[in-house]
């Protein structure tokens, strides 16, 4: 009985190491099998296996456990990519590109980009330097090649002279020196058709109707020029320029007239209203308010018409371009807190066609 325990006892402790080394055998053939399954998968695959930050963190903990010559058989990358995950790591940390403050020179403000166009679209004879002094001169310190940027993006040329002046802006830039003529038509209650002239200064927006006829002709046209010239007196030598059309009655006596005073005479193109617009624009409004609601009965009546229309287009009434003044009308209109006790009158003026509003003084 003794004899069988210990018999027993020793055959254990003699199978132990047996079993230490079997446990051993049977990892190492568990990973080779891994291992070899690991090579299969991959094999069947079509794109590279892509690794989660967590899976990569674990790669990187376990390899300082294994020796680094067997790196290339237990993990499925290579020493090459832990390492530049490690670089990429660290220069992570010392990556400043996302502070705040920004880098570099900072943006133009929307504002001064404006200000930039603004001056190159008044001044198509500046440069980009010339609006750059401009803007130094105003407070906005900006570098020339910032205003040079600025008007290439907007597809200006950062020359001058970036093209030539238009007929709007030309005239803007010369109406204290021009005045406008053109001839207009008045059809009577009779069937007969009257002819006027009328004269526009476009610095002041006056309107000058010389004269009415049934027959114009040439030397009517002059004498129509010669009464211009006189009524205007001394303020003939503000004027510079003469806008016309080529209408055959304005003939080289008509033009005389205007070279003897200095001043040239400008042609519009054929066919071309716009190119005399503020002279077809307010015919256009004496139609509109006088002539449309009157019917002319004969020369001497439209004669009264046109006058009574002249010296309320000249003494009263509002122009946008003039900020809501009369063209006979320097001072600008005053401002009048609350209407109580202020007592307004109505003038009419063409049998009440046209109505003039002030208050009491």
């Known amino acids: 009985m003794i004899v069988s325990l210990l018999y027993r006892a020793a055959r254990t402790l003699l199978s132990i190491p047996a079993v230490l080394l079997r446990r051993d055998t049977a990892k190492d053939a568990e990973l080779l099998v891994l291992r070899h399954e690991n090579t299969v998968l991959r ?24 020796p680094r010559h067997r790196w290339a058989n ?17 220069a992570k940390k010392w990556d400043y590109s996302t502070r705040r403050r920004p880098t570099g020179r900072p943006p133009t403000a929307a504002a001064l980009k404006r200000l930039v166009l603004r001056l190159a679209n008044e001044n198509p004879q500046w440069g980009h330097r010339r609006i750059q002094g401009e803007l130094a001169r105003l407070g906005h310190p900006i570098a020339p090649s910032t ?3 600025i008007l290439t993006a907007a597809g200006l040329d950062p020359a001058p002279r970036r093209t030539g002046p238009s007929w709007r802006e030309f005239l ?3 109406a204290e020196g021009t005045i406008a003529a053109d001839f207009f038509h008045i059809d009577t209650v009779l069937s ?3 002819y006027a002239m009328a004269f526009l200064e476009h610095g002041t927006r006056r309107l000058h109707i010389t004269g009415i006829t ?11 020029a010669r009464n211009l010239t006189a009524d205007l007196g001394s303020r003939m030598d503000s004027l510079r ?13 008509f033009d005389a007239v205007f070279h003897a005073e200095d001043v040239d005479i400008l042609l519009s193109a054929p066919r071309a209203p716009r190119m005399n617009a503020h002279c077809e624009r307010v015919i256009r409004t004496i139609r509109r308010e006088a002539l449309d609601h009157i019917p002319i009965v004969n020369q001497a009546h439209a004669r009264r018409v046109l006058a009574a229309y002249q010296d309320h287009y000249n003494r009263h009434r509002p122009h946008q371009a003039r900020a809501q003044r ?11 807190d609350g209407l109580n006790g202020r007592r307004l009158l109505r003038t009419r003026r063409l049998s009440g066609t046209i109505n003039e509003y002030r208050y009491v003084a």
């Open 43 to 66: 094999r069947q695959l079509k794109t590279p296996v892509r690794y989660e930050p967590a899976d990569r963190f674990w790669f990187s903990a376990l390899s300082s456990l294994i």
């Open 74 to 90: 237990i993990f499925p990358v290579t020493p090459g990519t832990l390492l530049a995950r490690h670089r990429r790591l660290i």
């Open 147 to 149: 205003v040079w940027e």
């Open 172 to 174: 803007t830039a010369q």
């Open 192 to 194: 007969t058709r009257l």
């Open 214 to 224: 049934a027959h114009p002709t040439g030397d009517w046209a002059t004498q129509q």
């Open 241 to 253: 320029f003469v806008l016309r059309d080529r209408d055959t009655k304005y003939t080289e006596s």
């Open 326 to 336: 009369p063209p006979d009308t320097a001072a600008h209109p005053t401002t009048i």
